[in-house]
């Protein structure tokens, strides 16, 4: 349990550090340190599968970050300038809001169940009838692909998506020359 | 897109393979051990994508390899539906698993299960190999 308070403030250090550092490389590797350490924090909790998919899509993540910045430019511009008024007055709203949405949610999270503690009334249903029912060993499959498989099809969508966004915003065709 | 050195691209060519059979054993067995159809369908663009680094390519085969990847995203996606709409077809539910059961802890198990890995790793790894070359290596955008 304590370790994962560790991590937890590790990431939070190297959150502050992505956001913050001059040098967009380090910026990245920092970003892979809080990625990294989703994973581990999920192999501690023991949800392998997560684990997996969160080290992967964390690679290739910061294969792209990295991609694009040799191509275009190492150093973030925009850090540790003066702020204007109404950068200043942002933050100040943003701190108030966050405030705000700490005072009203304190309520609702002591009513939650604990930490390590799920109520389980409906995943003891999956985990009672998931190799009965499907067939498969592994229950994170049966509940994606069989009880919850609308789901699957919904997050396909989406990445259908995002992948045709990118390559609607990226293409050659359609874009107004430069003269 | 330059390539890298010798070294890169040799090491890559041995590794490449390994990369490629690990993920489609994540694929295979994703209803036996942990990993799936996403995990396993990253890998695999993950090995696309280190081949497209370590050798580059010139900008047209760029934009080959990026309609190429866009035709087998759509191929995944369909796939997916279309097990979803025969089960809908043959027994009446859609994405009801309709195959026989097997015997649990077998490769020939689970149903449909299997094949909706096998469709959803097509479809995420087109769609992420896509993406990286649409954000990272389409150089014909910039040269005109």
Known sequence: MIELYLFLVFMLIAAIIATEIKDLLAAVISLGAVGFSVAIMFILVQAPDLAIVQIVIEVLTIVLFIAVILRTTHVDETIRKKLSGTQIFSIVMFAIFAILFLIVMFRSLQEMPDFGNPIMRVASEYIKLGLPKTGGANLVADVILDFRALDTLGEATVLFTSAIGVVALMRKSGRKKKK | ?144
């Open chain 2, 1 to 144: 897109m330059k390539g890298m050195s010798l070294i890169v691209k040799t090491i890559t060519n041995i590794v490449i393979g390994f990369i490629f059979i690990y993920g489609v054993y994540i694929i295979l067995h994703g209803h036996l051990t942990p990993g799936g159809g996403f995990a396993g369908g990253v890998i695999i663009a993950g090995a696309f994508v280190l081949k497209f680094l370590a050798f580059g390519k010139g900008a047209k085969s760029e934009k080959k390899s990026s309609t190429t990847a866009s035709v087998f995203e759509s191929i995944g996606g369909l796939l997916f539906v279309g097990v979803a709409i025969s089960g809908l077809l043959l027994a009446g539910t859609f994405f009801l698993n309709f195959l026989p059961k097997g015997e649990p802890f077998h490769l020939l198990s689970a149903g449909i299960i299997p094949l909706c890995n096998i469709a959803i790793s097509i479809k995420v790894g087109a769609g992420l190999f896509s993406i990286f070359l649409a954000l990272a290596a389409m150089k014909y955008i910039m040269e005109d």
